[in-house]
Nanobody, 124 residues
């Protein structure tokens, strides 16, 4: 089992920034690729960003590319999402997730563990 706890959500103005954090515990952190997803009211949950186990490779949804940056600190069992140039359409509950199946396009495969989510609200 892997436990994931998100923090750092809140209210921001359009054009502003927020940094989300996710603390992982349980099984060895470096055994998992990590991702961020989000779900806006009335919409399906969608992929936002992912980072490989080694932190060498990162992947982004087109909607956040150039504005969001995912990173991880394997020594601290933490993963982060720096969100800049926020837009009202970024408003959603953001979830941290862990994926333990390596291989090609691993971040497109189902994730195994999920956090409870943190609310991000961007006002215009």
């Amino acid at each position: 089992q892997v436990q994931l706890v998100e923090s750092g959500g809140g209210l921001a103005q359009a054009g502003g920034s927020l940094r989300l954090s996710c603390a992982a515990s349980g099984r060895p952190f470096t055994g998992f690729g990590m991702g961020w997803f989000r779900q806006a009211p009335g919409k399906e949950r969608e992929f936002v960003a992912a980072v490989s186990r080694s932190a060498i490779s990162t992947y982004y949804a087109d909607s956040v590319k150039g504005r969001f940056t995912i990173s991880r600190d394997n020594a601290k069992n933490m993963v982060y999402l720096q969100m800049n140039s926020l837009k009202p359409e970024d408003t959603a509950v953001y979830y941290c997730a862990a994926q333990g199946n390596p291989g090609f396009n691993w971040y497109r495969k189902p994730f195994d563990y999920w956090g409870q989510g943190t609310q991000v609200t961007v006002s215009s």
